[in-house]
């Protein structure tokens, strides 16, 4: 019994030891920018490696950004009334519409600015509210700079 526990430990180690070096990844949704060919919201999946940051979508690369360029990174959000969905919901039942009417939502974006000689870029990306916070920590821990909230908070009825 302790071989077969030895021998257990022993994998889950080496398979955790080895899904070390793959690279941390995220569903982004981009949001504008100087990307050619890449329409606002349009899903890409961000990869923070330890010296850059990849962009790709359907598993073809769309950027790649060496993270010693990276100029500047910012974060804001968007909080809006949920006031489509309340009517929505409000036609079938009227208390959830209006308790719905009351709530608000808000969008994560993280934005980006870097320079590399006379390649000049920058872009904007919504986050999940799950995974804001991991991907301004990657971005940080990577560049180097420090993430920038743009206390842009705007309420819209």
Not at 52 to 64: S, Y
Not at 85 to 94: C, P, Y
Not at 95 to 116: E, I, P, Q, R, Y
Request: charged share 20%.
């Amino acid at each position: 019994m302790k071989r077969v526990l030895a021998v257990f430990v022993c994998v889950a180690f080496s398979s955790s030891a080895f899904g070390a070096n793959e690279a941390t990844s995220y569903k982004v949704v981009y949001d504008g920018g100087s990307v050619p060919d890449l329409k606002t919201g349009t899903g890409l999946k961000l990869y923070l490696d330890s010296n850059q940051l990849r962009f790709t979508k359907d598993k073809a690369e769309v950027i790649k950004i060496p993270a010693s360029t990276v100029t500047e990174i910012s974060y804001g959000q968007d909080v809006h009334r949920r006031v489509g969905a309340a009517i929505g919901i409000g036609v079938v039942t009227l208390g959830v519409g209006a308790l719905m009417a009351l709530t608000k939502s808000k969008k994560h974006f993280v934005g980006l600015t870097w320079a590399d000689g006379d390649k000049k870029g920058g872009l904007a990306m919504q986050c999940d509210k799950n995974d804001y916070r991991g991907v301004l920590a990657g971005l940080e821990g990577i560049t180097g700079k420090k993430a920038v909230n743009s206390d842009t908070m705007t309420v819209k009825n």
